[in-house]
């Protein structure tokens, strides 16, 4: 069963939530807290997969007590409720939540909201997966000039200039952030000479995805992960992004998710290069033997460490207290039927561009090619009703495979 954990400190609205639930309560097995204190000691009794607080609490409030399960307690989706404008402010920021539920909470968002949150918290939780992680030693942590880039845009008069500057201070970050930008996939008729200009071309909020994949690839770079293999995922990964992006405007998503559709598509084989970097020769023979056989290499990762490199990914990712959406995009796209959402979303827009970069590889990339090779998850298609959009999509993936070498 799903174990939910509930804090609030308005014992009305906690008695609303618990009649709200009702009807799960077959399903999830759930706690209500009446404050900070109360959720610390039932978390130290047993684990849970799924902890929702309140912002606004006496003492420590919600943010202060999910930073404290994020720390303790890693494996737990961590939602945090607040009001609109707290909302719209900490949507800007790297808080301790994977997701941010804005009052009023509209109840099928809320149950829903419990839901998906509880399926990618017992995906990131498998036994196998938690077995593997606690074998590497050292994961890539995200990168400090994020952290700063991120504080920075949070001020409403955020600069190009200061933007520059913050990164231009890292030599390696700004050669890295400059070759993703310049890659043919970001289809730029100029050659793209420092941040500043990069920042002018594509915007403050462009630049968030870039700096963050220009310092996890960096570190994966800098440790034993042969050459051709990180050149290899990163190209793959900037392709899979940048369609990703587009399939996502395409079909009428917000900036914030075209963004993480981006920053999703860039980053969802980054669980390739983890293994690669602790497994080494091992990782090798098994990406080799899936390719001698013809097998999918998720299966022969699957056989060999009982986790795939979607799994790692979406680990990683959690680690990072990134959005939940951008979690699930990463460690579904191989698998998106076992999202339960019904309407396109990042995850959508990955697993897609996925499966069109790599059937461009395959052969000619003219649609109708596409649509014979491309590897959908047609049943995940079917259920969000999207298929009659598979052409315009395969037109968009021709336009660009045209614009890249």
């Not at 200061?162 to 890659?183: F, P, Y």
Request: hydrophobic share 45%.
């Amino acid at each position: 069963m799903l174990r939910v954990l509930i804090v609030d400190d308005d014992a009305e609205a906690l008695y609303r939530t618990q009649r709200l639930l009702r009807g799960y309560r077959s399903d999830w097995q759930m706690k209500f807290c009446f404050g900070p204190e109360p959720a610390l000691d039932a978390l130290a009794m047993e684990p849970y997969d799924v902890v929702v607080a309140d912002l606004k609490m006496p003492g420590a409030d919600g943010g202060e007590l999910l930073a404290c399960v994020r720390d303790l307690y890693p494996d737990a989706i961590r939602l945090l409720v607040c009001n609109q404008a707290e909302h719209n402010e900490l949507l800007r920021s790297m808080g301790p939540a994977h997701q941010y539920l804005a009052k009023p909470v509209d109840p099928v968002l809320f149950r829903d909201s419990i839901a998906r949150a509880g399926i990618i918290g017992k995906r990131l939780s498998k036994p196998g997966l938690k077995a593997l992680v606690s074998q590497i030693s050292t994961l890539p942590s995200l990168p400090s000039v994020f952290m700063e880039l991120m504080r920075e845009l949070r001020d409403p008069n955020a600069s190009v200039v200061r933007v520059a500057q913050l990164i231009g201070s890292d030599v390696a970050m700004t050669a890295k952030v400059l070759q993703l930008v310049n890659s043919s996939f970001f289809g730029l008729t100029v050659h793209v000479k420092d941040v500043h200009h990069a920042a002018a071309l594509l915007g403050l909020n462009a630049l968030k995805p870039l700096v963050l994949s220009a310092g996890v690839f960096r570190q994966l770079e800098e440790s034993r992960v042969p050459a051709a293999l990180a050149e290899q995922v990163l190209e793959h990964s900037l392709a899979v992004g940048c369609l990703a992006k587009r399939l996502a405007e395409a079909e009428g998503l917000d900036r914030d998710q075209a963004d993480n559709a981006m920053l999703a598509g860039i980053l969802h084989d980054i669980g390739k290069l983890v293994l690669a970097d602790y497994f080494g020769l091992e990782y090798a023979q098994v990406c080799l033997a899936a390719e001698s056989a013809d097998l999918p290499l998720l299966n022969a990762e699957l056989d060999q460490f009982s986790a795939s490199h979607a799994d790692i990914g979406g680990y990683l990712l959690g680690l990072w207290g990134l959005p939940q959406e951008l979690i699930e995009a990463v460690a579904l796209h191989h698998d998106p039927s076992a999202h339960e959402g019904t309407a396109f979303s990042p995850l959508t827009a990955v697993h897609v561009a996925n499966a069109l970069v790599h059937a461009t590889l395959e052969g000619d990339a003219d649609p109708e090619s596409l649509r014979m090779s491309a590897k959908y998850d047609r049943r995940y298609l079917s259920r969000l009703r999207c298929e009659r959009r598979l052409s315009d999509w395969e037109e968009i993936a021709t336009s660009m495979a045209a614009c890249s070498p």
